[in-house]
């Protein structure tokens, strides 16, 4: 059985970085083929990926976010890591964690989200 | 920059049809960007329905089906039960590695 753990609420102040870490079970983020990504929704707003981390270490990030995102995965703990930096107010959203279907295609298996709070 | 556009909000009888939307402000969408539909009720992660345009997620009922029409990917939800009430998005696979959402369509059943 897949599932992805996300840590509880957090709370950041503006120019802090934030760092999230997912905790995968039932699967390995080195199996030939995974592929994770981070998506974000703002309190009633839509979707927003983030950035992806395939299990080959190749990453893709947004394009208006991607000077401030970094993903890496971490092997022996079987866990995907997300940093964003110089957080601000806009950035306060719930932060999901999830896993690509095995052909890539979709994203298959989501985390129960990690609200994020940015205030000082 | 893409821009996804869906229709904000729509509104079905119960036991009626409904077609949800999924465009792109630059023209055409390819069945190449793998159109995919999510379901999200209220404090809920999103659930997968519809990938790669028309394919139905393991246990999503198969009165929610996916195509392209016209020049937009579409989500037609037949019957629709009091339940369906939600949050729909789509999402483009634009290029290798990248994703953009939809704003989102708020459907209600009434």
């Known amino acids: 059985q897949v599932t992805l753990r996300e840590p509880g609420p957090a709370l950041v102040k503006p120019t802090q970085t934030l760092t999230l870490t997912c905790t995968f079970s039932?699967?390995?983020?080195?199996?030939?083929?995974?592929?994770a990504s981070w998506i974000r929704q703002p309190p009633g707003k839509a979707l927003e990926w983030l950035a992806r981390?395939?299990?080959?270490?190749?990453?893709f990030y947004s394009t208006s976010l991607k000077t401030r995102l970094s993903v890496s995965k971490d092997t022996a703990k079987n866990q995907v890591v997300l940093t964003m930096t110089n957080m601000d107010p806009v950035d306060t959203a719930t932060y999901y964690c999830?896993?690509?279907?095995?052909?890539?295609?979709?994203?298959?298996?989501w985390g129960q989200g990690t609200p994020v709070t940015v205030s000082s | 920059q893409t821009v996804v556009t869906q229709e904000p909000s729509l509104s079905v009888s119960p036991g009626g049809t409904v077609t949800l939307t999924c465009g792109l402000s630059s023209g055409s969408v390819p069945t190449s960007y793998s159109p995919t539909w999510y379901q999200q009720t209220p404090g809920q992660a999103p659930r997968a329905l519809i990938y790669?345009?028309?394919s139905r997620s393991s246990g999503v009922p198969d009165r929610f089906s996916g195509s392209i029409l016209g020049n937009k990917a579409a989500l037609t939800i037949t019957g629709a039960q009091a339940d369906d009430e939600s949050d729909y998005y789509c999402v483009l696979y634009v290029a290798r590695g990248s994703y953009v959402f939809g704003g989102g369509t708020k459907l209600t059943v009434l």
């Open positions: 039932g699967f390995s983020v080195s199996t030939h083929g995974m592929r």
């Open positions: 981390i395939d299990w080959d270490d190749e990453k």
């Open positions: 790669n345009t028309n």
């Open positions: 999830v896993r690509h279907d095995s052909s890539g295609y979709y994203f298959e298996h």
